[in-house]
């Protein structure tokens, strides 16, 4: 029995403590949480009914999780098995909201970290959404389009039973696109007989919201803007590299070149790119084509442009920049890469994927004093836009490019306000870490108690 009394640095350790204890295998999801634990101490100082109402014991409990069986078959008529789950994290704030993950890495521990993230994510942006996340280990990559239907088909044949307008929201996240989106849409619409935006991430003519491809990206680019407003600086001239090359790292890529910086170096599943005369918006679509179309490997590009480098299984953090911008997966950026990034003169990272730096290279960044956000702040344009899709959906209207691009900078300008101004209240200004937890959890903290016990 924990004593709430106590003072908040005891009561925090013997919460990890218990904390750990409880979910053991469960790495990913520890590092989320101890993430977060360690920057709140200065809000439970100030107001200690967080501890009495046992707040951080109840926000690391999955309001629900669903797992289950996906069977499917392959073009060859042979029988797979995959697993499927929703981790539906926390409501207080709006239905649970967050993406669909296909992966072979998916596990009930990756998806309880990115719903957990992905509350504190939606908390930000300002907008009325719950948290939550899914997935399964089921990978896209190899597949013919008919497999892939087949299996988003068998997923949504119980799904659909948990999902809905007003309940629980799915979109898109790694290995699950606007193709993925559309099967699981039609299965859904053909078992409930409904049609209502219970997805995001659709395509435009059907539902989807304009921009919403481009969301994740262009909030990343954006956010890093505001970051360097703050040093009285600007993007335009900067060395940029990103490491993904999926949704988020493309539309990175073309929003920084189109505000004047200059991207060397990305990377994908079988090495990276080294184009020392940038990115242009023929290269970019080329690429756009390579990778979302014909879903090539990067290989191809230095067939393409010759004068650029591939260097096999290489990741880009050792190529000199000024920015870095990880958009690939949780923990792709140790310590030893910060430090590399760091001697090589890079001033900010921005992550546009979820949990992309280990602790150690938080750590690094934060001790070098460059601008560093996490990507629960930062990568928060794609949900964002998705609660606009959600907004257009049920006035049933559709807004242009511009408008939802205006709304977008707007809800970026407004997290990276929140993050300082919260940073600085409770004593750590400058810190996007901190301020990100702070203001993510005070909201979703208040309306849980507001809400009672449930
Ligand atoms: N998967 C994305 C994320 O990590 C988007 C979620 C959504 O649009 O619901 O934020």
């Not at 750990?20 to 920057?39: S, W």
């Not at 719950?130 to 892939?148: I, L, N, Q, Y």
């Not at 730096?357 to 996490?374: C, D, H, K, M, R």
Request: glycine residues 10%; proline residues 4%.
């Amino acid at each position: 029995m924990l004593n709430t009394t106590m003072n908040t640095q005891t009561y925090l350790s013997d919460f990890l403590t218990i904390f750990r204890r409880k979910n053991a295998a469960q790495h990913v999801f520890i590092q989320a949480v101890e993430e977060v634990v360690r920057t709140l101490a200065p809000v439970l100082d100030k107001k200690p009914q967080y501890i009495k109402e046992r707040i951080l014991e109840r926000m690391v409990e999955p309001e629900r999780m669903i797992a289950f069986r996906v069977p499917w078959k392959d073009d060859n008529g042979e029988i797979h098995v995959n697993r499927g789950f929703r981790v539906q994290f926390n409501s207080a704030l709006g239905p649970y909201k967050g993406g669909i993950r296909f992966h072979e890495s998916v596990t009930a521990d990756s998806l309880k970290f990115l719903a957990f993230e992905q509350t504190f994510k939606n908390s930000l942006t300002t907008l009325p959404l719950g948290g939550g996340k899914g997935g399964s280990d089921f990978d896209t990559r190899g597949k013919s389009a008919d497999e892939v239907m087949r299996f988003c088909h068998s997923f949504i044949n119980e799904l659909y039973h948990h999902i809905g307008y007003h309940t629980d929201i799915p979109a898109g996240d790694l290995g699950c696109g606007a193709r993925e989106i559309g099967y699981m849409f039609g299965q859904y619409k053909k078992l409930t007989n409904d049609f209502t935006g219970a997805f995001t991430g659709k395509k435009p003519n059907w539902g989807g919201s304009l921009l919403r491809p481009e969301a994740t990206g262009y909030g990343v680019a954006y956010f890093a803007q505001n970051m360097l407003a703050t040093r009285k600086d600007e993007l335009k001239g900067k060395t940029c590299v990103i490491s993904g090359t999926g949704n988020v790292g493309i539309y990175t890529m073309e929003k920084l070149t189109q505000l004047g910086a200059n991207v060397v170096g990305f990377m994908d599943y079988d090495g990276s790119v080294y184009d020392k005369e940038g990115i242009n918006a023929e290269k970019l679509a080329y690429l756009k084509d390579l990778v979302f179309v014909r879903r090539g490997s990067l290989k191809e590009y230095v067939q393409k442009y010759p004068h650029a480098h591939f260097r096999p299984g290489q990741k880009t953090w050792d190529i000199a920049c000024d920015c870095a911008f990880p958009t690939a997966c949780e923990n792709e950026l140790d310590g030893a890469a910060a430090n590399t990034l760091l001697k090589n003169g890079c001033r900010l990272v921005c992550e546009g994927a979820n949990m992309p730096s280990t602790p150690e290279a938080v750590q690094a960044f934060q001790q070098a004093g460059i601008l560093y956000s996490p990507g629960k702040a930062s990568n928060a344009g794609g949900v964002a836009v998705s609660g606009l899709e959600m907004t257009q959906n049920s006035m049933r209207v559709y807004w242009s490019r511009e408008e939802v691009d205006a709304y977008l900078q707007r809800i970026m300008a407004s997290i990276h306000t929140s993050c300082l101004q919260y940073a600085a209240e409770f004593a750590r200004p400058g810190d996007y870490v901190a301020g990100a937890n702070i203001a993510g959890f005070l909201k979703v903290a208040d309306a849980m108690i507001d809400q009672g016990l449930v």
